[in-house]
C-alpha cells in the first residue's frame, strides 16, 4: 500500500489558524478529506497518516472522527498537553482509538528554543511508549541539538522527524543543518519524514535539482529503511500540486531497488505507526 505519511485537515478560521499568515491566502479555507481523495487517487496513494495543526484535544477528536468514517485516512498524529499534569488522562481517552498512533506538538512556534527540555514535557513524553504512541518533531534547523538532548533520554520511544526539519533550501546553505541532522539520525528509534521541501524551496522558482543535496543527506544519515513519503498537503499547495511533491520524491528514488521505493512510499510508515493496511 502506498502511504502519504503526513497530511493535514482542517476548518479554517484565522484565530486557531493564526500560523497561516498574509500571503498564504490558498490555505485560509477548510479542507477535508473530499478535497484530499481525488489527488490520492490520481497518484495511486491508498492511505494517508493525517497529523494535527492546531493544538487542541477537540482537534484529535474530529481528525479520529474523520478517520473512522474515511478509510484510506489508516492513522493519526494528534495532540495531547505532554505538559499537563492530567496528560495521562488524556492519554487513556483515546486508548481504545486504535487509529490514534501518535502525537505532535508545534515546537517551532514556541518562543523558547528549549522548549522540550522543560520537565513538565519531559514527563509527558515519557508516558507514550506505555500507551505505543509515536512522536512527530516539527522543528526549525536550530530546535535539532535539543532534540538530540530529548532522544537521547527516551531510547524506547519512537520518533520521526517532520520535513526533514525544514532546512534552508531556498539559500541552498546545510550549515549547521547537516551536522545536526547527522547527530540525530545515529538514534536508531528516529525516523525521518521526506516532506515539507517545498515550502523551505523558493516559492516561485524551485525546481528538481534544489532538494538533491539534501536528500541526498538525509538517504545516507537515515537510510532508505527509515525513511517515508508526506505530502505535507495543503499546506503545500502554497508552492506546489499535490503530484508534483510525489514526483519531488519519485524522481529522487527512482535509482533505488523497487523493495526500497516501496519501503519509502508505504512500508516504512505503516510499520513506525502500526498502521492497519489489509
Not at 543535496?213 to 545516507?220: A, K, M, N, T, W
Request: charged share 25%; with cysteine; aromatic share 12%.
Amino acid at each position: 500500500m502506498r502511504i502519504d505519511a503526513h497530511q493535514h485537515f482542517w476548518h479554517y478560521n484565522p484565530a486557531e489558524y493564526a500560523w497561516i499568515t498574509d500571503g498564504m491566502d490558498v490555505l485560509k479555507r477548510d479542507y477535508l478529506p473530499q478535497d484530499l481523495e481525488p489527488h490520492l487517487l490520481r497518484t495511486d496513494i491508498q492511505g494517508t497518516v493525517a497529523v494535527q495543526a492546531c493544538q487542541n484535544l477537540q482537534e484529535t477528536d474530529w481528525l479520529l472522527e474523520l478517520a473512522d468514517k474515511h478509510d484510506f485516512v489508516k492513522g493519526v498524529v494528534g495532540w495531547v498537553d505532554l505538559r499537563s499534569p492530567r496528560v495521562r488522562g488524556q492519554l487513556e481517552r483515546w486508548a481504545h482509538r486504535p487509529k490514534l498512533r501518535g502525537v505532535r506538538h508545534v515546537v517551532q512556534s514556541e518562543p523558547d528554543d528549549r522548549f522540550m527540555l522543560q520537565p513538565d514535557f519531559l514527563h509527558g513524553l515519557g508516558q507514550l511508549a506505555e500507551f505505543n504512541l509515536t512522536y512527530d518533531l516539527l522543528l526549525f534547523p536550530k530546535h535539532v541539538p535539543v532534540a538530540v538532548e530529548v532522544v537521547a533520554q527516551f531510547p524506547n520511544q519512537r520518533f520521526v522527524l517532520d520535513h526533514i526539519a525544514k532546512p534552508f533550501i531556498k539559500a541552498q546553505t546545510l550549515a549547521p543543518w547537516e551536522h545536526d541532522i547527522r547527530a540525530l539520525a545515529r538514534f536508531e528509534n528516529v525516523w525521518c519524514k521526506v516532506s515539507g521541501m517545498v515550502t523551505e524551496a523558493d516559492w516561485q522558482h524551485w525546481k528538481l535539482a534544489d532538494f538533491n543535496r539534501y536528500l541526498d543527506i538525509v538517504f545516507e544519515c537515515f537510510g532508505p529503511e527509515r525513511l517515508m513519503f508526506g505530502s505535507d498537503w495543503p499546506v503545500c499547495t502554497l508552492t506546489a500540486q499535490y503530484a508534483e511533491v510525489v514526483l519531488i520524491v519519485q524522481n529522487y528514488v527512482r535509482g533505488l531497488s523497487v523493495e526500497m521505493q516501496d519501503r519509502i512510499f508505504g512500508g516504512n510508515a505503516a510499520t513506525f505507526y502500526g498502521l492497519a493496511t489489509e
